[in-house]
């Protein structure tokens, strides 16, 4: 299977489970990794026949700034399911970041990755 990676997506969103991250948010990223067969797009050099990254993106953006969640787990999947009502994608792998988590020892990053499939 072929992939398409989006890496670094960004919005502001309101999720957590204390009350702080719900009212002030914080910065999400977002990796994908889009599982598909372009040969279909490449044979005809035809957009309409993969995944068109560019909408993709604001559609993922859009879900991580839209109805806040408890879990990042939560958050993955929905991207997941966004990213699968695309008719080309087979596959998709999503990371979720939350580089601002409220952890009170020093550290770099919180993740969460998932992979999902058509059922």
Known sequence: MDRVTLRGLRARGHH???????????????DLVLYLDTRPAA????????AHYG??????????????????ETLA???????????AVEE???????????IT????DVTVTIHRGRA
Do not use: Y
Request: negative net charge; proline residues 6%; hydrophobic residues 40%.
């Open 16 to 30: 957590g489970v204390f009350e702080r991250e719900r009212a002030e948010g914080q910065t999400f990223v977002v």
């Open 43 to 50: 044979s005809g050099d035809d957009l309409t026949r993969t």
């Open 55 to 72: 909408v993709i993106a604001e559609e993922v953006t859009a879900v991580i700034a839209g109805e806040p969640v408890d879990l990042i």
């Open 77 to 87: 999947q929905r991207i997941a399911d966004q990213c699968l009502g695309h008719e």
């Open 92 to 102: 998709v792998e999503v990371t979720v970041h939350k580089p601002d988590a409220p």
């Open 105 to 108: 020892v020093p550290f770099d």
